[in-house]
């Protein structure tokens, strides 16, 4: 538990991921759980909430996401940089990677799904919606989100609160070989 | 045309869209032209390289795109934060959005369509790959990148090179609002 979190309306939901963090796609199935990095997701509609994230065919995430019709996407802060990098190198099949980095889960309020709060800036807990076609040709999922919580100190009423002062909990952009960029620097746009 | 841009070998074109960029839409069919900003897009595949982005129904872009079969995406650095949001408010069909803004354009090498490299990063031409489920249930199309091209003073060999002294060409990451934070302070990973 993270005493900064708290929900996210689901009408903002997708504003979590509007900006292409990197996430942790999280998973559990018959009694095994799971994690991996991804930097391919996107948000797909506003109302219902609506994601899409690439989970490889031949992962153990896959697997326990069609078991189960669920998964959760955790946004790792800056902070998280290592063991982001570490989940997304290593197979849940070769052990348990939660108890191997230490890090303590939540359980997800409708699904269950294990939720990492420590170090993420938010979550979203995500009920599959079948398409086997494209699951097949495009590795691509879709999903609804069903819940989603922030830490407040950037994320709070809607609307991320980036700045200097938190860029432990900035997210990560995978720019490719461990090398992410974080989303800092805030400019804001003329309006129009 | 921007001398500093040189071609992307396609079997790294996925890492320009990897980190999450909000991205410029450019299209053009029977003598007519469009460019949209879009927050949702993502690779689905390293090779052939295959993208995902969501264009909504109801917009020009999307018309040209179904025309045409062919769109590209163009990677706005920060210097162009405010014709970002400008083209992604306003309708096309309001009057050509490149002449409004005073925005040259090149001609795509493969699909011939229309390129900005001005204040861009990169660029990447795509042909749509047509999924008529998914383009009317989630507004999601799915295309093959055939070119791309980087400004080698933040892309070369494969690489992004981020760092405080290209930060006009540090890709914009939409938080909603008109609040854009940019790709920079890069961090590397530990090894696993």
Not at 62 to 71: H, Q
Not at 79 to 101: I, M, N, Q, Y
Not at 157 to 176: E, M, P
């Amino acid at each position: 538990m993270n005493e900064h979190f708290r929900p996210v309306a689901l009408e903002h939901a997708s504003r979590l991921i509007n900006h292409g963090p990197t996430v942790l796609v999280t998973s559990a199935a018959g009694g095994r759980r799971n994690v991996m990095a991804a930097a391919w997701s996107m948000p797909v509609e506003f109302t219902p909430p609506r994601i899409a994230v690439v989970i490889d065919k031949s992962t153990l995430t896959r697997e326990l996401v069609m078991a189960s019709g669920a998964f959760a996407l955790c946004l790792p802060g800056a902070a998280l940089v290592d063991f982001t990098h570490a989940v997304g190198s290593v197979s849940g099949r070769d052990g348990d990677k939660f108890e191997r980095h230490g890090m303590a889960v939540t359980q997800g309020p409708v699904l269950g799904m294990p939720l990492i709060e420590s170090g993420c800036a938010a979550w979203l807990e995500c009920r599959l919606i079948p398409e086997p076609h494209t699951e097949t040709a495009y590795d691509t999922c879709f999903a609804e989100v069903v819940a989603a919580a922030a830490d407040t100190r950037i994320f709070a009423n809607g609307h991320w609160l980036v700045n200097d002062d938190n860029q432990d909990l900035h997210t990560l952009h995978h720019l490719g070989g461990g090398n992410f960029a974080r989303a800092g620097g805030v400019i804001r746009a003329k309006s129009t």
